[in-house]
């Protein structure tokens, strides 16, 4: 059974920091990884999706990297703002998407 | 933008009654998937449909719980004898390449 990981649990920074999110998981026989940004008690936002065959997209601010061989993806944030305080999802799908925790960010002004 | 839609928004439910959660998927998607998130816990695979048939499901999804397509356009989730412990929000998805998540129902079982 895939288990996701995601590392830090929670994470601070002032505005206008650069940050990493990461996320492992254990079987890389996967289709695709997404990230998905969840506020408090709202749905999720997808926010990029990395084929098995990609190494990173990229949209906006946002980059994401996948490094399916040792099961690992990153999402670099760039100059964060109060506006991305949220909690965000990793998710590898291989027919079933399994999902991380999460990290919750919070960007202070 | 094409959406997902989930209705109800919230449901209130007694204890031991049967609930039907409803999902509209987006038109030209072909797999489809139910979550739950108990309250401050992470997002919890259910199961997967894809070609009308079950394709993956969780340990979570058992006799209690089944999915429908009941035409076209609807996907449902039917929870039978509901406990206290379902108490949660429940997420449908659909996909074609990425994943895109419906805004959920809260269900509250009394």
Same mark, same amino acid.
């Given at each position: 059974?895939?288990?996701v990981?995601?590392i830090p649990?929670a994470?601070s920074? *002032?505005?206008?920091? !650069?940050?990493?999110?990461?996320?492992?998981?254990?079987?890389s &026989?996967?289709y695709n990884?997404?990230w998905?940004r969840?506020?408090p008690?709202?749905?999720?936002?997808?926010l990029?999706?990395?084929?098995?065959?990609?190494?990173?997209?990229?949209?906006?601010?946002l !980059? &994401?990297?996948l490094?399916?061989?040792?099961?690992?993806?990153?999402?670099y944030?760039a &100059?964060s703002? *109060?506006g991305?305080?949220a909690?965000?999802l990793?998710a590898?799908?291989n !027919?079933?998407?399994?999902?991380? &925790?999460?990290t919750?960010?919070?960007?202070k002004? | 933008? #094409?959406? @997902?839609?989930?209705? #109800?928004?919230?449901?209130?439910?007694?204890m031991g009654?049967? @609930? %039907?959660l409803r999902?509209?998927p %987006?038109s030209?998607?072909?797999?489809?998937y139910?979550y739950?998130?108990?309250?401050g816990? +992470? @997002?919890?695979?259910l199961?997967?449909? =894809?070609?009308?048939? %079950?394709?993956e +499901?969780?340990? %979570?999804f058992?006799?209690?719980?089944? @999915?429908?397509? #009941?035409d $076209?356009?609807?996907f449902t989730? +039917?929870?039978?004898s509901? +406990?206290?412990?379902?108490?949660?929000? =429940?997420?449908?998805?659909?996909?074609a =390449?990425a994943a895109?998540?419906g805004q $959920?129902?809260?269900?509250?079982v009394?």
């Open positions: 059974k895939q288990e990981t995601q649990a994470l920074v *002032p505005e206008g920091e !650069n940050l990493v999110l990461n996320c492992s998981f254990t079987d &026989a996967i990884l997404q998905f969840q506020d008690g709202k749905g999720l936002t997808s990029l999706l990395i084929q098995s065959s990609q190494r990173e997209q990229t949209s906006g601010r !980059n &994401a990297s490094d399916k061989s040792s099961g690992r993806s990153t999402l944030i &100059a703002q *109060p991305d305080s909690t965000y990793c590898v799908n !027919n079933d998407m399994r999902f991380g &925790a999460g919750r960010l919070t960007v002004p | 933008e #094409p959406e @997902v839609t989930q209705t #109800p928004s919230h449901q209130v439910t007694q009654q049967e @609930v %039907i999902c509209v %987006i030209n998607h072909l797999y489809f139910w739950r998130q108990i309250l816990q +992470k @997002v919890e695979f199961v997967s449909f =894809y070609n009308n048939e %079950i394709s +499901k969780s340990e %979570i058992d006799d209690q719980f089944s @999915v429908e397509r #009941p $076209g356009s609807n989730l +039917k929870i039978r509901t +406990k206290l412990e379902d108490s949660a929000m =429940y997420f449908c998805a659909s996909s =390449y895109f998540f $959920g129902t809260r269900l509250t009394v």
